[in-house]
């Protein structure tokens, strides 16, 4: 059974930084891509970026610079740091893992950033 949990949202300023823990269990962690999106309130849920399996990671262009994604394979689990965040990050974090056609989300962790 595959399990996906978040963690590290909260309250920051604007300019400020949190980083985001996303646990697996339940798949061979270290051969699959993660995906982290974001869903703010009236919004669509929207790509923020991804680490391949190799390490290799994409983002989005309004957080390029901003946030970093990276993962730790003994411990099953990616982050996404977050810097220089802004009013426009506040949003529902989520991790996402794609095996074949099945599709595993996360409950979702809320940023909000403001003064």
């Known amino acids: 059974q595959v399990e996906l949990v978040e963690s590290g949202g909260g309250l920051v300023q604007p300019g400020g930084s949190l980083r985001l823990t996303c646990k697996a269990s339940?798949?061979?962690?270290?051969?699959?891509?993660m995906v982290w999106y974001r869903q703010a309130v009236g919004r669509q849920r929207e790509w923020v970026g991804e680490?391949?399996?190799?390490?290799?990671?994409n983002y989005r262009d309004s957080v390029k610079g901003r946030f970093t994604i990276s993962r730790d394979n003994a411990k099953n689990e990616v982050y996404l740091q977050m810097n220089s965040l802004t009013p426009e990050d506040t949003a529902v974090y989520y991790c996402?893992?794609?095996?074949?056609?099945?599709?595993?989300w996360g409950q979702g962790t809320q940023v909000t950033v403001s003064p």
């Open positions: 339940g798949i061979r962690f270290s051969i699959h891509a």
């Open positions: 996402h893992l794609g095996v074949g056609s099945d599709s595993y």
């Open positions: 680490i391949e399996s190799d390490g290799s990671t």
